[in-house]
């Protein structure tokens, strides 16, 4: 079970950080992914990171803004977000992979489970 927090409305420029807390599963062992969709949108990839923290990626339109990070102790992974942006405005979600998926990291059929999705508007 995943459950993600830390969204809300902020305004162009500032900084948000999105948690995605793990349940009743061997966190250590899952790769981790954050996705958003807009209204109107399709659900677009956003970062993941792999269950040793060896591989790391993100989508375009966050480079160089957005981190992903976990933390196995605390079985939760992170999404920081700097210089947002309007059209960073979104549902956010968490989702892992438990099956050892061989597909892609931006692909959503590459994980199972998902969280419940969290709100983050950015103002202009």
């Known amino acids: 079970q995943l459950q993600a927090s830390g969204g809300g409305l902020v305004q162009a420029g500032d900084s948000l950080k999105l948690s995605c807390a793990a349940s009743?599963?061997?966190?250590?062992?899952?790769?981790m992914g954050w996705f958003r969709q807009a209204p109107g949108k399709e659900r677009e990839f956003v970062a993941a990171?792999?269950?040793?923290?060896?591989?790391?990626g993100y989508g375009d339109s966050v480079k160089g803004r957005f981190t992903i990070s976990r933390s196995n102790m605390k079985q939760t992974a992170y999404l920081q977000m700097s210089s947002l942006k309007p059209e960073d405005t979104a549902v956010y979600y968490c989702?892992?992979?438990?099956?050892?998926?061989?597909?892609?990291?931006?692909?959503?059929?590459?994980?199972?489970?998902w969280g419940q999705g969290t709100q983050v508007t950015v103002s202009s």
């Open positions: 009743g599963r061997a966190f250590r062992s899952l790769d």
């Open positions: 990171i792999s269950w040793s923290g060896g591989r790391i």
């Open positions: 989702a892992a992979d438990s099956r050892r998926s061989i597909g892609r990291d931006t692909e959503p059929e590459k994980y199972d489970l």
